[in-house]
């Protein structure tokens, strides 16, 4: 936690270091009809990959536009309560996570879980109904064909590099050059029969491996509210400038980009005498924290797909220029799911409770251990799913049931899994609480738990005044926080109370004797 607030206070620093510096002038940007348009591209965003979407099967088009307005028509969208510098907002974009099941991606402080789509060895989805199930099947072969055209883009990119060092012309920098995914696959195969070796193959296709896709949808309608791009005036942005988060190193974020029937983008293009067209959304790039390359704003027209390649979400940062008409992005993501899959977070409860004893013998449960690397681990683990699980599963409500009662039992497991740890906090404080052992080693092991537990009590407070937020208040029934788990400090089925103050002030007590 204390790293993400140092990230973000670095962040708001560059910001303002590049707001005092530009004054009152605004960074220079190009848009396709810009004559170094493409030159730009090139040299300077050569990692970014456009796919027009005359190039993409037309059937799977319609599969996926379908499966989009399924979801829309069934309230799948939901607008995200995030936290910012310590301050709650409202999300202006709706978003709902398709994936893996199991998996998740957390974004500004927010943890999102996804509705599965349809995985082999798990028998176990149900949906609300068919239609649901049918657009999650979709989303997932759109899942698959932006896997096989990631791959292709990435090896075109090798072939670049290749015949870059090979001194070989590789075209007149046109559009059609810098954009083009598919039409380089024979000559992948005539230049370089294999362009990388089978341990780069690998390690390529683990960065197209997309285990979730984050779909968005933006009504600029109903988005008034919407802030100009302050850098390079490029008008109105549905998504601030950013670097996506938790992702695989060096992973491909692709974005499907379907937006409401327009006119032809080549005249609004043409209509605008400088700049962007504004009715037109477009995807804005720029240098990270650079003033001095200009930056680029690409239209998206219904059924582009764009590809991030390789560490170029990294280097770069990227914003979402909003246009006249409504529109639906796909974001397919190798979400880093080190720390974010259920099966990870379920063996480390697992792991936890092996200090737990609960001998036939004994009367009461015992821990095995109170050594302070146990006690640091065990209480860690109790932290962790309580805050990085249930409660931010139960912060979105029950959102989640619209589309899937996927969760249901998983976040019930976990539930009694943290109710064991809590009778481990009890049991840790009787033995702390015996005098007969040596005061050095109390102190030591006391010294231990108390930042945990002041770290503990001071994340419930927080927690339980954002679920009771004026703007939670203003959400639809189903999608209202809930502080869960939450009990009176009187309730006799729980060991501890919810509120920590009387604990830590004798923890504090036994440290000051």
């Not at 293009?269 to 704003?297: F, N, Q």
């Not at 503990?456 to 927690?463: D, H, I, K, S, T």
């Not at 029934?477 to 004798?506: A, Q, R, T, V």
Request: one cysteine or more; proline letters at 6%.
């Amino acid at each position: 936690m204390r790293r993400s607030r140092a990230e973000e206070r670095e962040k708001e620093a560059k910001k303002r270091k590049l707001l005092n510096e530009l004054g009152e002038k605004c960074l220079p940007y190009l848009t396709p009809k810009d004559a170094g348009f493409h030159q730009l591209w090139k040299t300077k965003y050569s990692k970014l990959t456009l796919k027009n979407s005359e190039k993409i099967p037309q059937d799977l088009h319609e599969d996926v536009q379908n499966a989009l307005f399924t979801l829309q028509k069934n309230n799948c969208f939901f607008q995200d309560l995030v936290r910012i510098k310590g301050r709650d907002f409202v999300t202006p974009v709706s978003r709902v996570l398709i994936g893996d099941p199991g998996c998740t991606y957390k974004y500004l402080n927010t943890r999102l879980f996804t509705v599965p789509w349809p995985t082999e060895g798990y028998d176990d989805i149900s949906y609300s109904n068919p239609e649901i199930s049918l657009a999650c099947k979709t989303l997932s072969r759109l899942n698959d064909y932006l896997q096989r055209e990631t791959l292709l883009a990435l090896q075109e990119q090798d072939l670049t590099e290749t015949t870059r060092m090979k001194n070989l012309p590789l075209g007149d920098g046109n559009r059609g050059d810098a954009t083009n995914v598919t039409e380089m696959g024979a000559v992948l195969q005539d230049l370089n029969p294999s362009p990388v070796s089978k341990t780069d193959s690998a390690t390529l296709k683990e960065r197209a491996s997309y285990n979730l896709t984050l779909l968005n949808y933006m009504d600029p309608q109903k988005m008034p509210s919407l802030k100009p791009e302050p850098y390079f005036g490029m008008g109105r942005m549905a998504v601030s400038w950013h670097h996506d988060e938790n992702l695989v190193e060096r992973s491909t974020v692709a974005v499907y980009s379907y937006s409401g029937k327009e006119v032809d983008g080549t005249l609004l293009e043409e209509k605008s005498a400088a700049g962007r067209d504004p009715d037109v959304w477009h995807v804005g790039l720029k240098v990270a924290w650079d003033i001095e390359t200009p930056g680029l704003a690409i239209p998206l027209h219904q059924g582009d797909c764009y590809f991030m390649l390789d560490d170029l979400n990294t280097t770069h940062q990227h914003c979402v220029l909003a246009g006249r008409q409504s529109r639906f992005s796909s974001t397919h993501r190798v979400a880093d799911c080190s720390t974010g899959t259920l099966p990870y977070i379920m063996e480390k409860c697992k792991g936890a409770l092996m200090n737990l004893s609960k001998d036939a013998d004994l009367k009461v449960p015992s821990l095995k251990s109170v050594e302070v690397r146990d006690i640091t681990r065990v209480e860690k683990t109790h932290s962790e799913v309580e805050f990085e699980w249930l409660r931010q599963f139960w912060f979105q409500g029950k959102r989640y049931r619209r589309c899937t009662d996927w969760w249901d039992q998983p976040m019930a497991d976990l539930e009694e899994l943290w109710r064991q740890m809590e009778l481990m906090t009890s049991l840790l404080l009787r033995e702390l609480r015996k005098k007969e052992q040596m005061e050095e080693q109390r102190n030591e092991k006391t010294g231990s738990l108390l930042p945990l537990l002041l770290e503990r009590q001071a994340l419930r407070q927080e927690w339980l005044a954002r679920c009771h937020s004026p703007l939670s208040e203003n959400l639809p029934e189903d999608e209202k926080p809930k502080c869960h788990p939450y009990w009176e400090d009187s309730d006799p089925s729980m060991p501890l109370p919810f509120n920590l103050d009387d604990i830590i002030f004798e923890l504090q007590t036994i440290l000051e004797d």
